[in-house]
């Protein structure tokens, strides 16, 4: 199910092959089929580009000249899908390379670490002189989902899913090269997750999308829930704003969503239910604990609890979003976030077009005067 999904993700559009925002998210970086583009994301505007050979991962590093380039032609030979280029874009050089026997499936980079993952391994290194730190082996990571945090030292933190069942996450200290915590976020397969600038807090999202989950780091407290939907859907983007206050969600449904994190207990655990089933599951009754000597006829709770598929709750004690916006125009693949003020959203679709949204007074509206530079 979770290789269906990212299947048809990379499937709908041939040109552009993949996209990410840097640390500070005011730039976009965007690899085609010729080469790659950066963008500012304050204006849009195309700030650097390379059209020499098709690029299948970029990945940057803050604002700096340094990418970490990945091709996706087997036959090219300097940018191959096996081998990892360091590159100035300054100077369109490469600084370095490091080639595998296995296709890299995913790059991550903050300013002390260097994250690629192959086949059934993920390999760290020391980002000032590509000295491999340390291999961790995992299984089904040909899909590439994990994150690293952009706080190089006190919250370097990895963190990483490989189960294509479930959904595990596996937490890695990446500065003190030790494994720090694994716990269940998801039933389902984590599709998309994000950690906040600070590296001490998590958002995930399973493949069917209903819940969106936040939790500390490293611990893996669950600290917030957030109810996009009640119907699966495959999301899109999930980040962090640069500020940490707020959480921009984008679908397959068309739909932004704008979750905001309470401001008075933003680092403080809400009293929650450990389960962790999503909407609509069905539940095993025997895992339905009997309060002491609670009569189940005389609560209404218990009733509603019983007869429900789903955790009563989480889901009553979940939070909707604070904005949403929904147009068929958004329903491509796209990737969205807020700029450092939080009044506005960027969103950049597959299709190579850019949209920007107004967020004010807890609402969500597109800016139809904003033309990309």
Same mark, same amino acid.
Request: charged fraction near 25%; include cysteine; proline fraction near 3%.
């Given at each position: 199910?979770?290789?269906?999904?990212?299947?048809?993700?990379?499937?709908?559009?041939?040109?552009?092959?993949?996209?990410?925002?840097?640390?500070?998210?005011?730039?976009?970086?965007?690899?085609?089929?010729?080469?790659? @583009?950066?963008?500012?994301?304050?204006?849009?505007?195309?700030?650097?580009?390379?059209?020499?050979?098709?690029?299948?991962?970029?990945?940057?590093?803050?604002?700096?000249?340094?990418?970490?380039?990945?091709?996706?032609?087997?036959?090219?030979?300097?940018?191959?899908?096996?081998?990892?280029?360091?590159?100035?874009?300054?100077?369109?050089?490469?600084?370095?390379?490091?080639?595998?026997?296995? =296709?890299?499936?995913?790059?991550?980079?903050?300013?002390?670490?260097?994250?690629?993952?192959? =086949?059934?391994?993920?390999?760290?290194?020391?980002?000032?002189?590509?000295?491999?730190?340390?291999?961790?082996?995992?299984?089904?990571?040909?899909?590439?989902?994990?994150?690293?945090?952009?706080?190089?030292?006190?919250?370097?933190?990895?963190?990483?899913?490989?189960?294509?069942?479930?959904?595990?996450?596996?937490?890695?200290?990446?500065?003190?090269? @030790?494994?720090?915590?694994?716990?269940?976020?998801?039933?389902?397969?984590?599709?998309?997750?994000?950690?906040?600038?600070?590296?001490? =807090?998590?958002?995930?999202?399973?493949?069917?999308?209903?819940?969106? @989950?936040?939790?500390?780091?490293?611990?893996?407290?669950?600290?917030?829930?957030?109810?996009?939907?009640?119907?699966?859907?495959?999301?899109?983007?999930?980040?962090?704003?640069?500020?940490?206050?707020?959480?921009?969600?984008?679908?397959?449904?068309?739909?932004?969503?704008?979750?905001?994190?309470?401001?008075?207990?933003?680092?403080?655990?809400?009293?929650?239910?450990?389960?962790?089933?999503?909407?609509?599951?069905?539940?095993?009754?025997?895992?339905?604990?009997?309060?002491?000597?609670?009569? =189940?006829?005389?609560?209404?709770?218990?009733?509603?609890?019983?007869?429900?598929?789903?955790?009563?709750?989480?889901?009553?004690?979940?939070?909707?979003? @604070?904005?949403?916006?929904?147009?068929?125009?958004?329903?491509?693949?796209?990737?969205?976030?807020?700029?450092?003020?939080?009044?506005?959203?960027?969103?950049?679709?597959?299709?190579?077009?850019?949209?920007?949204?107004?967020?004010?007074?807890?609402?969500?509206?597109?800016?139809?005067?904003?033309?990309?530079?």
């Amino acid at each position: 199910m979770i290789e269906d999904i990212i299947i048809k993700m990379e499937s709908l559009d041939g040109n552009v092959l993949y996209y990410s925002l840097n640390q500070d998210q005011d730039c976009l970086a965007v690899g085609t089929s010729q080469g790659y @583009r950066i963008y500012n994301l304050q204006s849009c505007k195309l700030v650097s580009s390379y059209d020499e050979a098709p690029v299948g991962i970029i990945e940057m590093l803050y604002s700096t000249n340094l990418l970490a380039l990945v091709g996706s032609d087997m036959s090219n030979v300097h940018l191959s899908p096996k081998r990892l280029t360091i590159w100035n874009s300054n100077s369109s050089a490469a600084i370095c390379e490091i080639s595998f026997a296995y =296709k890299i499936t995913a790059v991550k980079i903050n300013k002390s670490r260097l994250i690629i993952c192959v =086949k059934d391994k993920i390999h760290i290194y020391d980002l000032r002189d590509t000295r491999i730190l340390e291999s961790l082996f995992v299984k089904n990571n040909q899909l590439g989902r994990l994150v690293l945090s952009p706080n190089n030292t006190e919250n370097c933190f990895l963190v990483y899913t490989d189960s294509i069942t479930k959904g595990i996450v596996k937490v890695y200290d990446a500065w003190n090269m @030790r494994q720090s915590t694994t716990f269940e976020a998801h039933q389902s397969p984590i599709l998309k997750m994000s950690m906040n600038y600070e590296g001490n =807090k998590l958002v995930t999202t399973s493949c069917k999308g209903t819940m969106v @989950r936040v939790f500390s780091l490293p611990k893996g407290d669950k600290l917030y829930t957030f109810k996009r939907g009640t119907s699966n859907c495959m999301v899109y983007s999930l980040n962090f704003s640069r500020q940490g206050n707020h959480i921009i969600l984008s679908s397959e449904n068309g739909t932004i969503h704008c979750f905001s994190l309470p401001k008075k207990d933003r680092d403080e655990l809400e009293d929650e239910d450990d389960s962790m089933q999503e909407d609509f599951e069905e539940s095993d009754p025997s895992l339905i604990k009997d309060e002491v000597k609670e009569c =189940k006829v005389c609560s209404i709770g218990s009733w509603i609890q019983t007869l429900l598929p789903i955790n009563y709750d989480e889901l009553m004690s979940s939070k909707k979003s @604070r904005a949403k916006l929904t147009s068929h125009d958004y329903e491509f693949p796209n990737i969205c976030c807020m700029d450092r003020e939080e009044k506005h959203i960027t969103m950049f679709m597959k299709r190579k077009d850019f949209k920007r949204f107004d967020f004010r007074e807890g609402k969500i509206e597109e800016d139809n005067e904003f033309e990309p530079e």
